[in-house]
């Protein structure tokens, strides 16, 4: 991988890190809430929330896989 790849890793890290921190925001607001169906909200965008950080888990082990093929090759 080449130092560009690395920053394109980083800078995704970030943005994930990013939506996980605004999903966790709204989630605060809905549940301090009196709104009718803020709970229900707050469990969809935490089950949303969950996928979306699965699927980025997913990503970054691949990302870990192809760092250590390439350690192996040097």
């Given amino acids: 991988m080449s130092r560009e790849d690395h920053y394109d890793n980083l800078t ?3 943005e994930h890190l990013e939506n996980a921190a605004t999903m966790f925001k709204t989630i605060v607001v809905l549940l301090e809430s009196d709104a009718p169906d803020a709970l ?6 935490a089950s949303l929330s969950h996928d979306s950080a699965d699927i980025a888990a997913g ?7 192809e760092l250590k093929a390439e350690e192996g090759k040097a």
Avoid at 59 to 65: H, L, M, R, T, Y
């Fill in 12 to 14: 995704l890290a970030r």
């Fill in 40 to 45: 229900k909200h707050a469990k969809r965008i």
């Fill in 59 to 65: 990503d970054f082990d691949d990302f870990a896989s």
